[in-house]
């Protein structure tokens, strides 16, 4: 079954570094996102991204963050300038829009660690 | 804003009873989505509901959108089905899906 793949599982970093999430999402889905989970607190939208062009942000998305489509099958999530709040558990997920169920398959997640 | 509430935030059952989570919000929606998440982390899609009722084995899910509310239901529980549950909202613009906070499931042998 196809699935939704994340690198790396952990990542950690230190302070005022920037990262790069990647994600891998099902090969004939057109719509992406990102979520964040802090620990112990609920899942929040970051971004979803359609037709190489982000559709909608939430106000954490900020000039902080950016995404890309480097080629017909990553999608990544760019943090510059670290900062340890910015510790979270990040998913990627993708639905295919040619169903119209928006039904989102969720990535494992990649753990970033800000110290 | 959409708030997204769900209820019991923690629940403990024994293996074999009827379970029930609650999840009620706010505004209009065009699809709800009920997840799993283990405790490993992973995000797993149980059900997307815009209407009425759906079922996959012993798990069912039901939304009334007049009332702004949907169920979870677990029938014959099972120590396996130990997870926070998640209720996430689609509102009618744009693309942005709200999340509740989770029912976090125990299932006792």
């Known amino acids: 079954e196809p699935e939704v793949t994340q690198t790396p599982s952990h990542q950690v970093t230190q302070m005022g570094q920037e990262v790069i999430l990647r994600c891998v999402p099902i090969?004939?889905?057109?719509?992406f996102y990102w979520y964040r989970q802090i620990l112990g607190q609920k899942v929040e939208f970051l971004v979803s991204?359609?037709?190489?062009?982000?559709?909608?942000k939430s106000e954490i998305f900020d000039d902080q963050f950016s995404v890309e489509r480097p080629d017909g099958s990553n999608f990544t999530l760019k943090i510059r300038s670290t900062k340890l709040e910015d510790s979270a558990m990040y998913f990627c997920?993708?639905?295919?829009?040619?169903?119209?169920?928006?039904?989102?398959?969720f990535g494992p997640g990649t753990r970033l660690t800000v110290t | 804003k959409n708030e997204v509430e769900q209820s019991p935030q923690n629940l403990t059952a024994q293996e074999g009873e009827f379970i029930t989570i609650n999840c009620s919000y706010s505004v209009g929606i065009s699809a709800l989505h009920w997840l799993q998440q283990h405790p490993g982390g992973g995000i797993v899609s149980l059900f997307m509901?815009?209407?009425g009722k759906k079922k996959h084995g012993r798990l069912i899910a039901t939304i009334n959108i007049q009332e702004k509310h949907s169920s979870l239901h677990i029938t014959a529980s099972h120590p396996r089905d130990s997870a926070v549950y998640i209720c996430a909202v689609k509102v009618y613009t744009g693309n942005q899906f709200y999340f509740g906070t989770g029912t976090s499931l125990t299932v006792i042998p």
């Open positions: 090969s004939n889905h057109l719509y």
């Open positions: 997920a993708s639905s295919d829009l040619l169903v119209l169920s928006y039904e989102q398959y």
């Open positions: 509901l815009s209407s």
């Open positions: 991204f359609y037709n190489n062009e982000i559709s909608e």
